[in-house]
């Protein structure tokens, strides 16, 4: 019987690891999606306006991931935020239009090169 049971839990393992793979890579495309979108702009844009595959989008976390797309990409100099732009606004802890709610990166040396938009 334990070895049933044995069997039974390596199996489900495998299968949560595939899935874990899977969901990675998907993420990962989704960050690779939003660079490229910040790559074609200046300043602040929404998530409409692009062809952003919207997933992965969750309203709290909607504000950051354009940023660090571009900051796993390797940039540094930030020309263009995605805000916004997203059913559920509310999920939202600060106004992603204002570049100063964004924090200070600099010392991460990161910052932003669009200045005031």
């Given at each position: ?9 390596a ?19 989704y960050?690779s ?16 306006e692009?062809?952003?595959?919207r997933?992965?989008?969750?309203g ?9 797309a ?12 995605m805000i916004?732009g ?15 709610a ?16």
């Open positions: 019987m334990w070895d049933k049971i044995a069997l039974f839990a199996g489900m393992l495998i299968l949560n690891n595939i899935y874990v793979c899977k969901s990675t890579g998907e993420y990962g495309d960050l999606q939003i660079s490229a979108a910040c790559d074609e702009r200046q300043g602040f844009f929404t998530v409409y692009t062809n952003v595959d997933t992965y989008m969750w709290w976390s909607l504000p950051m991931e354009g940023v660090l571009q900051c796993l990409d390797g940039k540094t100099g930030l020309k263009s935020v916004k997203f059913d559920a606004d509310w999920w939202e802890s600060f106004d992603s239009d204002d570049i100063n964004y924090g200070d990166f600099s010392r991460y040396g990161i910052t932003f090169d669009f200045g005031n938009v």
